[in-house]
């Protein structure tokens, strides 16, 4: 059992009361500034199991909004694999231990598929035959993906700039695809009125809650396979995988299975980095996102309140590293693990190495960077650093000008 709490007014709901945000906090908001009364799943900690293989091999149960595993989809989501490195052949020996996160793997290729795990087991758990939601690509295709294994319908509405990669996958995974002439933030808003109009439930990050409670199980994996991990880095844009993060962190700790929650590095693009400028302020001031790395590419960072609240809470810090610097770890991420991820995904990267050119890993410590998305997703925005070679003539003299 759970309850809902508001992270602005405190509030709290039982369960069933409120779906997806604050009624009063919801009444305050203002176009252009970020979510007000988005609701954070809170369990009975005190009754919670603290041995955590009890836990794990329950299916974390006791820790998500879910009845039964049964509820489930029929796909392998999470259980990712997690590799480590002390050195990078291309790059240099570290003085840490480097572990990196392909959450790549999981079925439609991004971190997304955790939080749609969810909310998919949850409305199937609650008679909700029909899920929406907006999306610049990964989460509509992770939902589409997951529905499509659960028999369930999927609606996914996305900008006309979404990645035609990202598009293909909906497509093919049998959901029906609305393209708005708009940006995300129009899709946003039209998914919420369909759910409105036609009783669809919504799996929007920052509005739906269970959305964080699918995110958070990859801190329960990275506890698993590293236990005294010491810095956790992660991309932000809304801030919602990085919020689902800090949350499972934080639910261990409320358990008693941790002492103290991970440095948690929240990385973004300077060319998108509304969360950085005002997350120390008390207004709130935008700056319109360019980055070229879609996914992490937002104008109001929907969960915006709840990661500066996390931000505050935690022994935490947030960066930015420029779009050329990404670009630069995209390459050097694939060069020296074999691990092709999206620019969204190399930002966490990026900021990895940022922060230890700066000397700010120490010495012996236990770093994670978590990848959220296959580089496959967005081809087009590093085909400015893979040049294609010419083509030589098929005749063995021609093997003489190739040089390594």
Not at 61 to 81: M, Y
Not at 200 to 223: L, M
Not at 369 to 389: C, F, H, N, W, Y
């Amino acid at each position: 059992m759970f309850k809902l709490k508001c992270v602005n007014c405190g509030r709290e709901f039982a369960k069933g009361e409120v779906e997806y945000l604050c009624p009063t906090c919801e009444a305050s908001n203002v176009e252009g500034q970020p979510t007000k009364g988005i609701l954070k799943v809170i369990y009975d900690y005190s009754k919670i199991d603290k041995n955590f293989e009890k836990l794990k091999k329950n299916s974390f149960l006791d820790l998500l909004p879910i009845d039964s595993a049964d509820s489930f989809p029929n796909l392998r989501v999470g259980k990712t694999p997690m590799y480590k490195y002390n050195n990078l052949p291309k790059y240099g020996d570290l003085d840490f231990n480097l572990f990196i996160k392909d959450e790549g793997v999981n079925p439609t290729f991004s971190f997304k598929d955790r939080a749609s795990y969810i909310v998919s087991a949850y409305a199937k758990e609650n008679g909700k035959e029909v899920i929406v939601a907006a999306s610049t690509g990964n989460a509509g295709s992770s939902l589409a993906g997951i529905c499509a294994s659960q028999g369930q319908k999927a609606v996914i509405m996305v900008p006309t700039a979404a990645p035609i990669a990202k598009l293909t996958q909906v497509m093919m995974y049998g959901a029906k695809l609305v393209p708005v002439d708009g940006i995300y933030d129009d899709a946003f808003a039209l998914s919420i009125a369909a759910s409105k109009k036609f009783g669809w439930y919504n799996r929007n990050t920052a509005y739906n809650p269970h959305t964080v409670e699918g995110k958070k199980t990859v801190s329960f994996e990275i506890y698993d396979q590293i236990r005294a991990v010491d810095l956790v880095f992660v991309s932000a844009g809304d801030g919602c995988i990085a919020g689902g993060v800090f949350k499972g962190f934080e639910d261990l700790l409320k358990v008693g299975i941790i002492k103290k929650v991970p440095k948690i590095v929240v990385v973004q693009s300077e060319k998108s980095a509304n969360i950085y400028n005002n997350y120390k302020t008390d207004a709130f001031t935008c700056v319109s996102a360019t980055t070229l790395a879609d996914s992490i590419s937002v104008d109001v960072p929907a969960n915006y309140y709840m990661m500066k609240q996390f931000l505050s809470d935690y022994d935490s810090d947030c960066i930015t590293v420029s779009d050329e610097k990404i670009l630069e770890a995209s390459l050097t991420l694939s060069q020296n693990t074999g691990i092709f991820s999206e620019p969204a995904a190399a930002c966490a990267f990026a900021g990895m190495l940022k922060y230890s050119q700066e000397g700010n890993i120490p010495s012996g410590s236990n770093a994670c960077v978590l990848l959220t998305g296959s580089g496959l997703k967005d081809l087009a925005s590093v085909r400015e650093i893979v040049k294609m070679p010419k083509a030589i003539s098929p005749n063995e003299k021609s093997l003489d000008n190739i040089s390594l």
